[in-house]
């Protein structure tokens, strides 16, 4: 089964992705309070997140995931990361997890063998340098993949000589970049499917972010955790622009 993200304008088809990624929500909070955070510059709906036999059950059903992404909020903060991560089978590819890097500790109980482990650190002003370095050293150990990304008007200012070497990508440059290709969608209603399916906290899928955070079925994908089929179905909309960087 591909998925892939279609949106219908005056009959026009246009298809800016084809990508197989699943992205588990599985944290609502985060033990930072950063201003520029896009998760909560709306209000989130806290939800307990599922036991992780949950996640491997669904994804044992699924021969199409090329990628795993596991999201919040901060993700170490659940306590089932490693568990979750040490169970998945051969039938997805890489897992991203994007984090802090506050608790390399739960990263560390990842299994040894597993090498198809990317992080993605967001780098902030509070970031906690002596835990960084520890994830650092950790990935440097076991040979995962690592980018990091920050926001400019959340960089830290007192970046330590030997983080120094790594490049920082700025966060905005998708949403840029979004807004550049399809600013004029902006207020307009179409039928579309995202570029990657959002599981949320609560166990429904999610067309966006703002599903994610509100729990709002207005936006769920209409099959959830529990369901037995998983359906890929377009959904109704009007295009804000907090919208043009999951195109």
């Not at 089964?1 to 990508?19: A, R, T, V």
């Not at 709906?45 to 059903?61: A, G, Q, R, T, W």
């Not at 997805?92 to 090498?115: D, F, V």
């Amino acid at each position: 089964l591909d998925l892939y993200i279609y949106i219908y304008i005056k009959e026009k088809l246009m298809n800016p992705s084809e990508k197989k990624i699943i992205c588990f929500q599985v944290s609502d909070v985060c033990n930072f309070n950063c201003e520029s955070c896009h998760w909560f510059s709306e209000k989130v709906k806290v939800v307990v997140p599922y036991s992780y036999k949950k996640y491997i059950n669904f994804l044992s059903k699924l021969n199409w995931v090329d990628r795993v992404i596991l999201s919040g909020g901060e993700p170490t903060l659940w306590k089932e990361l490693d568990l979750f991560i040490n169970s998945t089978g051969n039938n997805i590819g890489e897992i991203n997890i994007y984090t802090n890097g506050s608790y390399p500790e739960i990263l560390e109980r990842i299994n040894k063998k597993r090498k198809n482990i990317y992080i993605r650190l967001s780098i902030h002003q509070e970031a906690k340098w002596d835990k960084i370095e520890t994830l650092i050293m950790l990935i440097s150990e076991r040979k995962w993949k690592l980018k990091v990304y920050s926001y400019e008007s959340s960089l830290p200012k007192n970046i330590p000589d030997w983080f120094s070497k790594f490049y920082i990508k700025n966060n905005k440059e998708q949403s840029i970049n979004g807004f550049i290709k399809y600013k004029d969608l902006i207020s307009k209603e179409i039928l579309c499917q995202p570029r990657m399916i959002y599981i949320g906290t609560d166990g429904e899928a999610y067309s966006c972010e703002k599903g994610l955070r509100s729990k709002n079925k207005k936006y769920s994908l209409g099959f959830n955790l529990d369901s037995g089929k998983v359906k890929f179905n377009f959904r109704k909309c009007k295009v804000e622009q907090s919208c043009l960087g999951s195109f």
